[in-house]
């Protein structure tokens, strides 16, 4: 019996080191299959086109924080240079804008001609007589 034991086990591995061979030449052989080639003419992966293609695009747009830093100043201070250019009357004229006129001032317009007229008409004999003279 310990022959017949023996023989089993012997057999045993031999089929199992054939099952595991087989898998993996199976494995390896499928693996191969479904790698696709993702490589263009240069002979460059697609991660390696996708890598290339954001370095140039930094690059192109690569700009410091210090250099931002500087065009913005600058435009601030173009912006304060114009407004102090402009006096603060100069501003003043051109945020006006022409006052429509209102019903007290058209009232006070023709209770000043109104009075005119009044003192013209009401006059005495004797303011009469002195606009005649001269």
């Known amino acids: ?3 017949n034991y023996f023989i089993g086990l012997i057999v045993l591995f031999i089929l199992s080191f054939a ?12 693996s191969k299959a479904e790698v696709k080639s993702n490589r263009d003419v240069s ?13 140039g695009e930094l690059a192109s747009k690569k ?9 913005a100043k600058e435009a601030l201070n173009a912006n304060k240079e114009e407004k102090l250019a402009i006096s603060g009357v ?6 006006k804008e022409e006052a429509p006129i209102s019903g007290v001032s058209k009232y006070m ?19 009469k007589y002195l606009n005649s003279r001269s």
């Open 1 to 3: 019996m310990d022959e």
């Open 19 to 30: 099952i595991f061979k087989k898998d993996k030449s199976s494995s390896e052989t499928v």
């Open 43 to 55: 002979g460059a992966t697609g991660v390696a086109k996708y890598l290339r293609n954001q370095e």
């Open 63 to 71: 700009e410091s924080g210090v250099a931002k830093y500087l065009q």
């Open 90 to 95: 100069a501003k003043y004229l051109a945020n």
């Open 109 to 127: 317009a023709r209770q000043a001609v109104h009075a005119k007229k009044m003192a013209k008409e009401n006059v005495s004999g004797v303011e």
